[in-house]
């Protein structure tokens, strides 16, 4: 039933600004979101096996609820090792999953409601509708009072009770497991992480795979299997499947590619190992997963339209041009196409090429089969359908004349636990028996087995021995401790048909109306200010406007602003007009008070951008045309008669092209590779003069692990020239180069911009000249990753790194200074605050040598926000 609070009353002032349930850790959020999928759906990620693995191997390496994998307090931010971004899903829901399980009766542990008991083992499961219910009459942040009021529990009760029901139930399935020989593997690469697909070359010489990891952003990997020498070939966004062609010269992969700012398409791409070259095969065609047939004529993948994945094949060429060899796909094929919103993956041809074997998922079921589509007839067969999950079909090596005498391992969770399978002469068995679990298996040109082995560090590839029947109900695992589906809440039309909904045409109404407004009032002794603002945005925010006023008693004037952003046509545009009042000067107080004057600003501006993104980097185009007129205001003599003092009016045009390719990792300090650019030009229109000043700005990011990994080399250039020098009045026109400002607490040392450069060393200096820059190299380094906060409370520490820098700033012109160098360090820690907001604290010492300008050494401490190039 609906409830009130504080927030009410706030609400009607406020409109949606506050929203307490938002404001919940990440970890609350998705946790009852994968427990709704999980109670409202017979599927969920409640009932994966994959979640079950995390905790059962953490369990079994006797890690869970330690430092060495993951606490209650390390759940709250960003968590740079495996299981990396999943941990507030997994973990979130298993502790709403706990609360769910909690048996309070038919009242709330402290009698408040009455609540309906739900089936046995889940008693509590309405604990967590009333949990939602309450929260958003709560002030945000503080989270145990809320569960502790309603379970009995709080967080920290039901996190340890979760940690022994997990040890508990993961020995017993453990020991179910070892109740049959466990399977013997060597592993090939190491240290867990998200090691995904392998492929190996027919020459026996490489072997590929991708992998994600804390180090580095997800890429393509080549090991030399002679030398064991691993090269990172590329970063690339998602694609696990490699395939090398037959002659091992070509190694052929799938990724994202960004081809519109809204457009993301996989595509399948290779690279040349003779040439050490990436080289793209298709465009636009959302292919993934390529496999290519024993003669090196075909190629297959999957397909993706219409909300439906299919099997596709195309004619692979090899073309020669001056001793160098490139591929070419020829037209896309369509072989298999399921029913809407079906799905198949993992596409491998049959050792004599000709039938593809694939996973295929059917919409409404929860089990995945193996079928194969035969290039002779054009027929698919299902050959694996036992209603569980089974995926990532390979073929053994050797010849084979049909279907009959293939001999195909794939993946399958018949016990519980992601194991492999054998698929030969009509008949399935179980082959392998682990505590963790087994992915992606591919033979070697020896016919050696391998697969992506499981631990609670992540996936590494491995060598499989042992190879011999299990049977599977001797290591059936129990089920994963889920809620009862609710049937009645799941919803199916009686014939079985998907329900449909109506499709209309986008309308901005009624989206577009003020979503939050506030009052704004002020008031002293013989002054009042009052007035409002609103706001709104459409729902796919394509318009969206800010509208404020208020009113001022002593001056008698109305300040206002009106902003308006529309990007329909593709690039943003903003237009605004705003005039406010500045600089008040008065003598008396109270309702004596007397204006002696004040500046009134009157500002418009149109503003354009467009972000042209690729994949890895974004060009941002950038103009605006901004006019200010000043004027000072001095009152008369006569009641009523104001004159005006003086006025200025300058407008000006800036034109910039902004421009960033920085890479990062998980365990990053700063981007680590690329860089951050800018050039553009400021034209200032003062008094029939034209004053143009130009910026050009550069700053590189070179990792180096010599002395520390993820140490980062940042040299930056800063150059502005403008085309004369203005030596009094408006000064704005001229290249500004400014020191740390006083007073300041957020970005004390603002970034480069056309206003103004930033110099490092010279606090609360400002110089003026027709040219300046300003050229440093920082060396930053890490010092202490923490990722862990206060418990359950908002505040989350990531890591403590440092920097050194030296600097120069150069007047080239200049006649009373040429050069004011200046060094320094000092120590930063990124945290984050109130579970969303990130900030970094820095304490910092600055030495600026010429003491003869203003340089002396100081220590200062700042709070940081990202703040790139601007204007």
């Not at 952003?565 to 008040?584: A, C, H, K």
Request: proline share 6%.
């Amino acid at each position: 039933m609906p409830r009130t609070s504080f927030y009410t009353p706030l609400r009607w002032l406020f409109g949606d600004v506050l929203l307490p349930n938002s404001l919940w850790p990440t970890w609350m959020l998705e946790g009852l979101a994968v427990y709704d999928e999980t109670k409202y759906t017979t599927a969920g990620r409640g009932r994966s096996p994959y979640y079950d693995m995390i905790f059962r191997t953490a369990a079994e390496a006797g890690v869970l609820d330690t430092s060495k994998f993951i606490t209650l307090d390390m759940l709250n931010s960003s968590y740079p090792w495996y299981p990396y971004g999943e941990n507030v899903y997994a973990f979130g829901y298993s502790m709403m999953n706990q609360v769910a399980r909690t048996n309070v009766g038919t009242e709330t542990s402290d009698g408040k409601d009455t609540i309906a008991v739900g089936p046995a083992g889940h008693e509590g499961d309405n604990l967590l509708g009333e949990m939602s219910i309450r929260s958003s009459a709560r002030i945000p942040f503080f989270i145990n009072g809320n569960v502790e009021n309603l379970s009995g529990k709080d967080w920290y009760t039901h996190w340890a009770n979760w940690v022994d029901d997990t040890n508990a139930r993961a020995k017993a399935d453990i020991k179910t497991i070892r109740s049959q020989p466990v399977t013997e593997v060597r592993l090939i690469t190491h240290g867990g992480e998200g090691t995904l697909g392998t492929a190996f070359s027919a020459d026996g010489k490489w072997m590929a795979y991708s992998q994600d990891s804390a180090d580095e952003p997800f890429s393509l990997y080549l090991m030399n299997r002679k030398t064991g020498k691993t090269d990172r070939l590329y970063e690339k966004v998602e694609g696990a499947n490699e395939a090398f062609t037959p002659d091992s010269k070509f190694l052929v992969y799938s990724t994202l590619n960004r081809k519109d700012d809204y457009d993301l398409w996989s595509d399948l791409k290779y690279y040349s190992i003779d040439q050490d070259k990436e080289e793209t095969l298709s465009s636009r065609l959302r292919a993934r997963d390529p496999d290519i047939s024993p003669d090196g004529k075909w190629i297959t993948y999957t397909v993706s339209h219409d909300a439906t994945t299919g099997l596709a094949i195309a004619p692979l060429t090899y073309t020669t041009v001056k001793k160098v060899t490139k591929l070419s796909m020829g037209k896309n094929k369509e072989i298999f196409w399921p029913t809407k919103l079906d799905a198949v993956h993992s596409p491998k041809f049959s050792n004599d090429g000709k039938r593809i074997y694939f996973a295929w998922h059917v919409n409404g079921k929860i089990s995945e089969e193996i079928a194969y589509y035969d290039r002779d007839t054009n027929k698919v067969s299902v050959v694996v359908n036992n209603g569980k999950l089974n995926y990532y079909p390979t073929l053994r090596p050797g010849s084979s004349k049909s279907a009959k005498t293939d001999d195909v391992i794939y993946v399958c969770d018949s016990t519980g636990v992601d194991n492999l399978c054998e698929y030969l002469g009509g008949t399935s068995r179980l082959v392998t028996n682990t505590t963790g679990g087994f992915a992606f298996p591919e033979f070697d040109q020896e016919g050696k087995l391998f697969a992506d082995t499981f631990s609670y560090k992540g996936w590494d590839i491995a060598e499989i021995h042992g190879f011999t029947p299990v049977k599977p109900e001797a290591v059936t695992i129990s089920s994963p401790p889920a809620p009862v589906p609710d049937a009645d809440q799941i919803n199916h039309s009686p014939d079985g048909e998907m329900k449909k909904y109506p499709v209309d045409n986008y309308s901005i109404w009624p989206s577009i109306l003020p979503r939050q407004w506030a009052p704004a009032v002020l008031y002293s002794p013989g002054e009042l200010y009052a007035g409002g603002e609103i706001l709104g945005f459409d729902a796919v925010d394509i318009h969206s406007y800010v509208i404020a006023g208020a009113y001022d008693t002593l001056v008698k004037q109305a300040d206002y602003l009106v902003s308006y952003t529309n990007r329909q046509l593709g690039p943003s545009f903003t237009f605004q007009i705003d005039e406010y009042t500045s600089n008040v000067i008065s003598n008396g107080s109270g309702s004596s008070q007397t204006l002696l004057a004040y500046d009134r600003n009157l500002n418009y501006s149109i503003v354009g951008e467009f972000p042209i993104q690729y994949t890895y980097s974004t060009l941002t185009p950038y103009m605006a045309l901004t006019g200010n007129r000043n004027f000072l205001y001095v009152p008369g003599t006569n009641p009523g008669n104001t004159a005006v003092a003086a006025s200025f009016f300058v407008p000006y045009l800036d034109s910039m092209l902004f421009y960033s390719e920085a890479h990062t990792s998980r365990l990053a300090i700063t981007s680590e590779e690329g860089r951050s650019a800018a050039i553009g030009e400021r034209t200032y229109f003062n008094s029939g003069q034209t004053f143009e000043k130009l910026l050009v700005a550069d700053q590189e990011y070179w990792r180096t692990d010599f002395l520390l990994k993820h140490s980062v080399l940042v040299p930056t250039i800063n150059y502005s020239r403008v085309n004369q020098l203005v030596t009094s009045g408006y000064l704005d026109t001229d290249v500004t180069v400014e020191g740390r400002q006083a007073g300041r607490l957020l970005n004390s040392l603002p970034g480069q911009s056309l206003t103004s450069l930033v110099m490092r060393g010279y606090p609360l200096q400002t110089f003026y000249s027709r040219d300046a820059g300003v050229g440093s190299l920082d060396y930053r380094f890490p010092i202490l990753p923490i990722f862990r906060g206060l418990g359950t409370d908002p505040l989350y520490f990531n890591q403590l790194h440092g920097f050194v820098f030296g600097e120069d700033t150069y007047f080239p012109s200049g006649r009373r200074v040429k050069s004011l160098p200046s060094a320094g360090g000092g120590l930063q820690l990124d945290m984050n605050a109130f579970n969303s907001i990130p900030f970094t604290a820095s304490t910092e010492y600055h030495k600026g040598f010429r003491q003869d300008f203003g340089g002396k050494g100081e220590v200062f401490f700042q709070l940081l926000v990202n703040s790139p190039l601007s204007l």
